[in-house]
């Protein structure tokens, strides 16, 4: 064996799953080996610099909450930091930062190296060693065997990856990196399937080339929050980004770049990011639209490079650069490198335990874009739980499953497991059918005691949850309790339109009103703002939103408790699919090919219908 011992869990690519998967692991006490192509690419952002935005935002407050470091990291490392969509209600408020590019990968990498129990060892994966139908190990491209008692793949975009240029293409894996194979054509022997997607980035440019007074600036938050429930530091500096247009002009030059187009011409086979389609893309389908929005988003504190939100294009690089320099701003850009398309293999997550372990190989698991979804907090909750889970199964202990009602985390991998995905699987609070209780304000209410009874959240964490409650639950009651005379507040009320009141009327009252928070009746109530100066901001932010909010979360929690019923019931190797004649094909199909745990999981499976699942129920004597 070369250099080492056995492993406990081997994880092999450093991108945002394989560093969360790695440092969870071994937070937990195991022996880790992390095995990347490149590592000077450590938790490389292939594509924006940016943590966070509409759900994505959440799912980076629950890694956190758990004991994750992509919140930590970003806090460190971001420019500029949006609370997005805070004019509409708590379970739509989204974290959102501008990261530098350069910093964050230092930063993982830093957080890795001073990790206890963390190898590294820098080279491709070939394949995976599988013995008695279970993953002991992999090979490298030299021909190195490690052996571990669980391996993690998280090959992100690099598995055969083809890299599109206008009519050019070429192997790799992400711009400048090679492509990864063997593993995809030793896993399909395997008897794993295995599909094709694609995703794309826009050009680079070069920031001094650019006038910014043609453009509008977007400034960051006046008071920035940050991500991380622990004392990480908010920003007291800022970087702005910048919103232009494109034009008519611009329109025309990339048209006439269609007939070199990868996409267009049906070079390129994989189904690409819905939500997040290229400029010609754009062009084409929303032709009646005369312009299109361009976020222009500094990559750094120190760099001048630039990031072009929202132009991301396959075309040739002389299109991409003669219609880039009709936008306003945009006349003399000089650009540093163009945008691309990149095809790349996936696993249909179908083939997955809720755990993220493989049906076909034991102690085999996947996360991350390999698995179908798109983004960089996607995969890095992904590898956050198969780090836990390849943790606890060598270690003899449960799998670690959030539910739906609990985590965004929950319904991604529910999504993945039961759904599958056919085109690239990005996160949106529609998804989330018990999104009021999956608020970024509560994630560490949620899921921190979790982390914590896993041996992966910190004391100090766990303390700073139980201050929150306490501080929550007194400053609840004081908002229930404390009283306001009309004298007090009747002008303020007045002035905001709002009906004047004639009595001495509780807090909550007041809040339940629309246009009325907690921080402006404060600042009109002297009495209230002494009562509450000795409570935290984030418990103070807490109580309102439950007091505010307390019917529609209180039903929200019993329809959450009705469908946990559901999820109760263990069906796992209890039911014989094939002797239910009264079960429709499909359903047989599906649930013959997915295997549910549990008849909730079984009824989220898409083809099984509410008259299937009461044949199961009925089989199971309900
Ligand atoms: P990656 O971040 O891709 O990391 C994979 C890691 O595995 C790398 O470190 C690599 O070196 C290593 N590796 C791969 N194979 C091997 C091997 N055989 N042996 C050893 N190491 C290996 N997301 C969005 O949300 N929106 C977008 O618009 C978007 N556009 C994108 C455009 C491009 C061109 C690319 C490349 C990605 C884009 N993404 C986008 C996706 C985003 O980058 C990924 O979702 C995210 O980085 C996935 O994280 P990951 O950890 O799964 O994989």
Redesign the pocket.
């Known amino acids: 064996m070369f250099q080492q011992e056995e492993y406990d869990v081997i994880v092999?690519?450093?991108?945002?799953?394989?560093?969360e998967a790695a440092a969870a692991a071994a937070n937990m006490g195991s022996k880790v080996l992390l095995?990347?192509?490149?590592m000077n690419?450590?938790a490389?952002?292939?594509?924006?610099p940016a943590m966070g935005g509409v759900a994505k935002g959440q799912i980076v407050r629950e890694v956190d909450a758990l004991g994750g470091q992509s919140g930590i990291i970003t806090d460190k490392t971001m420019i500029q930091f949006r609370m997005l969509n805070r004019s509409k209600g708590p379970a739509m408020w989204s974290p959102r930062a501008q990261s530098d590019r350069m910093r964050f990968a230092e930063e993982w990498r830093l957080t890795l190296e001073q990790t206890l129990n963390v190898d590294f060892w820098q080279?491709?994966?070939?394949g995976i060693v599988v013995e008695k139908g279970t993953a002991v190990g992999v090979k490298?491209q030299l021909g190195i065997e490690f052996r571990g008692k669980s391996v993690v793949l998280?090959?992100?975009?690099?598995?055969n990856g083809l890299i599109h240029i206008g009519e050019k293409q070429f192997g790799g894996?992400?711009?400048a990196?090679k492509g990864?194979t063997?593993?995809t054509e030793q896993l399909k022997e395997l008897g794993f399937e295995a599909g094709r997607m694609k995703?794309?980035?826009p050009p680079r440019v070069d920031g001094r080339s650019l006038d910014y007074s043609k453009m509008e600036e977007q400034a960051g938050d006046e008071t920035p929050s940050k991500f991380s429930y622990l004392d990480t530091p908010a920003l007291t500096n800022q970087r702005p980004c910048y919103i232009t247009y494109t034009n008519a002009e611009v329109h025309e030059i990339l048209k006439e770049g269609f007939e070199k187009s990868p996409m267009f011409q049906g070079r390129i086979k994989g189904l690409g990011?819905r939500y997040?389609p290229s400029v010609e893309d754009k062009i084409n389908r929303f032709a009646d639209k005369d312009r299109h929005q361009i976020f222009v988003e500094p990559e750094g504190w120190s760099t001048v490079e630039v990031y072009v939100n929202g132009f991301?294009s396959s075309l040739p690089e002389d299109v991409q650069y003669r219609a880039l320099r009709k936008i306003a701003g945009f006349e003399n850009a000089k650009m540093f490198r163009p945008g691309?398309?990149?095809e790349y293999d996936f696993f249909p997550p179908t083939q997955l335990n809720l755990t993220l372990e493989t049906k076909l190989v034991q102690n085999l698991y996947f996360?991350?874009?390999?698995n179908g979804?798109?983004?960089?907090e996607?995969?890095?909750c992904q590898?956050l739980m198969a780090g836990i889970n390849a943790h606890n199964k060598v270690h003899g202990k449960e799998p670690f499953v959030l539910k739906r009602s609990e985590a965004y985390i929950g319904v991604l991998i529910d999504d993945l497991v039961n759904k599958g995905t056919d085109e690239p699987y990005?996160m949106f609070t529609s998804r989330a059918e018990h999104r009021l209780l999956l608020r970024q304000d509560n994630a560490d209410l949620r899921l921190t005691p979790l982390g914590h009874a896993l041996g992966l959240a910190s004391e100090e964490r766990m303390a700073l949850v139980r201050e929150k409650e306490e501080q929550t639950a007194a400053v609840a009651k004081l908002l229930k309790t404390h009283a306001i005379e009309p004298a007090e507040i009747n002008g303020w009320l007045t002035e905001i339109g709002s009906a004047t009141i004639h009595e001495k009327t509780r807090v909550v009252n007041l809040l339940r009103r629309p246009g009325v928070d907690l921080p402006a009746l404060a600042r009109v109530l002297p009495g209230l703002t002494l009562a509450l100066a000795p409570y935290r901001p984030d418990a103070l932010e807490q109580a309102e939103i439950l007091v505010k909010y307390e019917a529609y979360l209180e039903k929200e929690h019993q329809q959450a408790a009705r469908v946990q019923e559901l999820e109760n019931f263990t069906i796992r190797g209890r039911l014989d699919y094939h002797a239910m004649p009264a079960l429709s094909h499909e359903a047989r199909e599906k649930l013959l090919k997915i295997q549910p745990e549990t008849l909730g999981q079984a009824s989220r499976i898409s083809g099984v219908s509410p008259a299937d699942v009461s044949v199961l129920m009925v089989y199971l004597g309900r």
């Open positions: 092999v690519g450093a991108g945002h799953a394989g560093c095995v990347t192509m490149n690419t450590i490389q952002m292939s594509c924006n080279e491709a994966v070939t490298t998280t090959n992100g975009t690099f598995l894996g992400r711009a990196e990864s063997g593993i995703t794309g980035t990011p997040c991301s691309y398309a990149i996360a991350g874009q390999i979804t798109t983004g960089y996607e995969a890095a590898g990005r």
